[in-house]
């Protein structure tokens, strides 16, 4: 299959919040919606401006309409002065293309090659690889967008790119762009590649920091919009950039946060060792974008997936992908991956893998890149959780590839009181699996969620996913 022939997939919030944040405002379609993800140039065209009067949440059962989003209520006024003018025609509107003159659009390709990405070497080295893997399928998507919306791109605004998980100083103890390229946590920086490829391609003036120096050296400088994460907002802080402009600031803030008091401390954390998860003071929560829709207290930001437009599940092997990069995640799951072991061959894509599993053998890949690993998904029968990393894009880009997902139900659920990697976190949700998200508003026959320690019930779902095909899950 030649994924450079594929159709994007890409959140129904990721474009629109981009407009969001400046008086103009996604409706998604009214009635039941299951994935996070929507094609490229259709889930723009849902946009449309709004005049900030008032804040909706949506919620996160079927029916629900995320409006409203990111209306900041303290600093109307000041959006609305930012954003003068953008009111004054709606993207929904269209052009007759037989006349209009067509719009030109940005080549993913000057943003990749540029010297601020290029230049800052090995912190966006893994940001730059997702964009070229996934370059043709975005420069055609925005190509189509320009055709039947076309006043999307009439209004650039400057926007200042914060990503503080990237940056040695304001987090020490990080080293997400090393880990990324040896096979470490990468949701977050999907997610932060995914925000400013969309910025870029709608003709917005970024400026991407990841140091503090640069930060220092550009403080005094005024932008429209300013997005971050909760180790940059330390920096903002630092800087005094975060007071003067925190209604123009956005956090990306995977695992959400509520609206509570013991939260809202500056600098709050629990063990007194690390300041980032603070919300420092934010009066409206919905400036604090997640990776999934966890709560209307937040907006949805998401993601975007690059899928086949053909899956052609007749080719599959009786094989199954274990979904994770180190091997240790395998601990305590020894039985549960042999049992699977016995119906379909294991494979993996672990950095290194030293211990043999006992029950059952393992083809390791090593780490592989994204068309590499299209291509087992589709060659796959069934992609494995093994309960750790924690709600991250894997299990979507399986359905997307039409291979099932399996992941073990977590007895009691995981919290910040029983879960250490939750413990920091401003939020008291907990998840019953690996993947609550697909497990609740997807289901069966693409997501099975078992007790791993229940070996028949782990082999009724192999024999399940053995005896059909399944095609691949559209996430719209």
């Known amino acids: 299959m030649n994924l450079r022939r594929s159709r994007l997939i890409a959140s129904v919030v990721l474009a629109g919040v981009l407009f969001c944040c400046f008086g103009v405002n996604l409706l998604l379609p009214s009635g039941s919606y299951h994935l996070v993800t929507t094609s490229f140039d259709s889930h723009l065209a849902n946009i449309s401006h709004v005049n900030g009067d008032s804040i909706n949440g949506g919620t996160l059962s079927a029916n629900a309409s995320f409006k409203n989003l990111l209306v900041c209520a303290s600093c109307r006024h000041a959006n609305s002065t930012a954003s003068k003018g ?153 800087n005094d950039i975060l007071a003067r402009h925190k209604c123009r600031t956005r956090v990306l803030d995977t695992f959400g946060s509520e609206p509570l008091e013991i939260f809202n401390a500056t600098g709050y954390n629990p063990n007194n060792t690390y300041p980032y998860f603070s919300r420092w003071q934010f009066k409206n929560t919905k400036q604090f974008w997640n990776l999934y829709p966890h709560t209307p207290d937040n907006s949805f930001l998401g993601f975007a997936m690059e899928i086949p437009e053909q899956v052609h599940t007749g080719a599959r092997k009786d094989m199954a992908l274990i979904y994770g990069k180190k091997e240790n995640y395998m601990v305590g799951m020894e039985r549960y991956l042999a049992s699977i072991g016995q119906s379909l061959k294991l494979h993996s894509t672990f950095t290194t893998y030293l211990h043999k599993l006992r029950g059952a053998d393992i083809v390791n890949h090593g780490v592989v890149d994204h068309t590499t690993l299209s291509g087992l998904l589709q060659s796959s029968k069934l992609f494995i959780g093994l309960g750790f990393p924690y709600e991250g894009p894997g299990p979507l880009e399986a359905l997307a590839n039409g291979c099932p997902y399996v992941q073990p139900r977590f007895s009691p659920p995981r919290g910040r009181l029983n879960e250490e990697f939750f413990r920091l976190k401003p939020t008291t949700r907990t998840v019953t699996s690996q993947s609550p998200y697909v497990e609740d508003y997807v289901g069966e026959p693409y997501v099975y969620t078992v007790d791993a320690n229940d070996l028949s019930a782990v082999k009724e779902v192999v024999d399940k996913v053995i005896s059909r095909a399944t095609k691949a899950y559209d996430s719209y």
């Open 86 to 238: 953008s009111h004054d025609v709606s993207p929904e509107a269209t052009v007759d293309t037989t006349t209009a003159e067509p719009i030109r659009v940005q080549q993913i390709r000057n943003l990749y090659d540029s010297e601020m990405i290029v230049g800052q070497g090995i912190k966006l080295k893994w940001i730059r690889n997702r964009m070229i893997a996934m370059a043709n399928t975005w420069d055609q998507a925005v190509q189509n967008l320009s055709l039947y919306k076309p006043l999307l791109f009439m209004e650039q605004k400057s926007i200042l790119v914060l990503p503080g998980l990237l940056s040695d100083k304001l987090c020490p103890h990080c080293r997400f762009a090393e880990d990324a390229l040896k096979g470490g946590p990468v949701g977050e920086l999907v997610q932060w590649t995914d925000l400013i490829v969309s910025l870029f391609l709608l003709g917005h003036k970024i400026t991407i920091v990841t140091t503090p120096q640069r930060l220092e050296a550009i403080k005094d400088m005024e932008y429209d919009i300013i997005m971050t994460d909760y180790i940059g907002l330390l920096g903002l802080h630092q």
